[in-house]
């Protein structure tokens, strides 16, 4: 077979990412009929760069979710075919078995892996770690930050001191040490697991508990409906067989221990950024007259920080959010880049553009795809989150 021209791949990719497209379609017909119901993410529609923010995030969503599914990717990304080595874009198989994809679209690896498939397996990993990671760095600063800037006094003191002290670390530096073979022998990282996976737990809890605790029946129904399943998931991620932490019969998932090392680096690093922004926000907002209403009613001192102060953050928050997981999505990049914590044979893109970066100046295509992809999500969310900031402004 003859290789294929710079057109016949671009339409060929274009033919891969169908049931991206698909969902992409659907998702922007059916949130544009309906964005007047839809809230803050219904008014992202009227924003021409936060509709293109999403759309470059949805992209890459339904790409990993796609290709978790194997529905995108051509060839197994693991997989070395025998002559494929640093092959060009559109080079075919020597020799394909009946029913194989014919092609290296985006060409061969230095391993003689296929780099289209690497790419769209590389997604799959930020979408899983990414929004993740970011949301339990939030929780542990909302859990902190809001009793923090509600209280002040010796509390605020000693909260923004380990806040600071953590954020004036190196963080490329700590996540050496962290990933180090040496610390995590030790069990640290999953120590520290322990003490950040906890605060989902302790959010969940006193959020339902501020809301309904005059109604003592329906208080206890919400917190085993909603507590149950997370205490549940929260000893199947800390626990990890022959660890230092390996007790929990009823283990319903096993996380990979240096991809439990990167999520508990991430958190670690973002958690103390999220705990000064809630911090200021609650200071801020805690002089209200609805604030001041509640106490007058007699409310307690965290529903008024969950019920009142934090539903009227959110906006900020929420851009924050999205921000985070672009600076969360670099990080893991970073650690990829630089070999640390996840496997080598990872499709990550910070694996991928360090393996293909070695050869560079001959062989342009085993890192420039990745690189791209990772350009193009953190551009997204740059943008949806400057669509939400205009948007929540206008309220």
């Given at each position: 077979?003859?290789?294929l021209?710079?057109?016949?791949?671009a339409?060929?990719?274009?033919a891969?990412?169908?049931?991206?497209?698909?969902?992409?379609?659907?998702?922007f017909?059916?949130?544009?009929?309906y964005?007047?119901r839809?809230?803050?993410?219904?008014?992202?529609?009227?924003s021409t760069?936060?509709?293109?923010?999403?759309?470059?995030?949805?992209?890459?969503?339904f790409?990993?979710v796609f290709?978790?599914?194997d529905?995108i990717?051509t060839?197994?990304?693991?997989?070395?075919l025998?002559?494929?080595?640093?092959k060009?874009?559109?080079?075919?198989?020597?020799?394909?078995?009946?029913?194989?994809?014919?092609?290296y679209?985006?060409?061969?690896?230095?391993?003689?892996?296929?780099?289209?498939s690497?790419?769209?397996?590389g997604?799959?990993?930020?979408?899983q770690?990414?929004?993740?990671a970011?949301?339990?760095?939030?929780m542990?600063?909302?859990?902190?930050?809001?009793?923090a800037?509600?209280y002040?006094?010796?509390?605020?003191?000693?909260?923004?001191f380990?806040?600071?002290l953590?954020?004036?670390f190196?963080?490329?530096?700590?996540?050496?040490?962290?990933?180090?073979?040496?610390?995590?022998a030790?069990?640290?990282?999953?120590?520290?697991?322990?003490?950040?996976f906890?605060?989902?737990?302790v959010?969940?809890?006193?959020?339902?508990?501020?809301?309904?605790?005059?109604?003592?029946?329906?208080?206890?129904?919400?917190?085993?409906?909603?507590?149950?399943?997370?205490?549940?998931?929260?000893?199947?991620?800390?626990?990890?067989?022959g660890?230092?932490?390996?007790?929990?019969?009823l283990?319903?998932?096993d996380?990979?221990?240096?991809?439990?090392?990167?999520?508990?680096?991430?958190v670690f690093v973002?958690?103390?950024?999220?705990f000064?922004?809630?911090?200021g926000?609650?200071?801020?907002?805690?002089?209200?007259?609805?604030?001041?209403?509640?106490?007058?009613?007699g409310?307690?001192?965290?529903?008024?920080m969950?019920w009142?102060?934090?539903?009227?953050?959110r906006?900020?928050?929420?851009v924050d959010?999205c921000?985070?997981?672009?600076?969360?999505?670099?990080?893991?990049?970073?650690?990829?880049?630089?070999g640390?914590?996840?496997?080598?044979?990872s499709?990550?893109?910070?694996?991928?553009?360090?393996?293909g970066?070695?050869?560079?100046?001959i062989?342009l295509?085993?890192a420039?795809?990745?690189?791209?992809?990772?350009?193009?999500?953190?551009l997204?969310?740059?943008?949806?989150?400057?669509?939400?900031?205009?948007?929540s402004?206008?309220?």
């Amino acid at each position: 077979m003859d290789p294929l021209s710079t057109s016949q791949i671009a339409l060929r990719i274009l033919a891969q990412f169908l049931p991206v497209w698909i969902a992409l379609v659907a998702l922007f017909v059916v949130s544009i009929r309906y964005k007047r119901r839809l809230g803050l993410y219904g008014k992202l529609f009227d924003s021409t760069i936060g509709m293109i923010g999403f759309g470059l995030v949805m992209f890459w969503v339904f790409t990993g979710v796609f290709g978790a599914m194997d529905l995108i990717v051509t060839h197994d990304p693991l997989a070395q075919l025998s002559g494929m080595k640093n092959k060009k874009p559109g080079t075919p198989l020597p020799s394909p078995e009946e029913g194989e994809y014919a092609w290296y679209l985006l060409g061969g690896d230095n391993l003689a892996r296929d780099v289209f498939s690497r790419m769209v397996k590389g997604a799959w990993i930020v979408v899983q770690i990414a929004p993740l990671a970011t949301l339990f760095a939030f929780m542990v600063g909302i859990t902190l930050g809001l009793p923090a800037g509600y209280y002040g006094g010796r509390l605020d003191t000693v909260l923004s001191f380990l806040a600071n002290l953590i954020l004036a670390f190196p963080v490329i530096l700590l996540f050496y040490l962290l990933v180090t073979p040496e610390i995590v022998a030790t069990g640290v990282p999953q120590y520290m697991a322990v003490v950040l996976f906890v605060f989902p737990l302790v959010f969940f809890g006193v959020l339902i508990h501020s809301r309904y605790r005059a109604q003592p029946q329906r208080n206890r129904t919400m917190l085993a409906v909603v507590l149950v399943p997370l205490f549940l998931a929260y000893m199947s991620l800390i626990n990890t067989p022959g660890s230092k932490i390996d007790f929990w019969p009823l283990d319903v998932f096993d996380v990979p221990g240096g991809i439990l090392v990167v999520f508990v680096s991430v958190v670690f690093v973002n958690a103390p950024t999220v705990f000064r922004i809630v911090r200021g926000l609650a200071m801020d907002i805690k002089t209200r007259d609805y604030v001041a209403a509640a106490q007058t009613r007699g409310e307690g001192p965290w529903y008024i920080m969950l019920w009142e102060i934090l539903p009227n953050a959110r906006g900020p928050l929420i851009v924050d959010f999205c921000l985070r997981i672009g600076y969360t999505t670099i990080l893991l990049g970073t650690l990829g880049f630089f070999g640390l914590g996840l496997p080598p044979e990872s499709p990550d893109w910070g694996s991928t553009i360090n393996e293909g970066r070695k050869l560079l100046s001959i062989y342009l295509h085993p890192a420039l795809p990745p690189a791209f992809a990772l350009l193009s999500l953190v551009l997204g969310l740059n943008l949806l989150a400057d669509g939400l900031r205009e948007e929540s402004l206008r309220d």
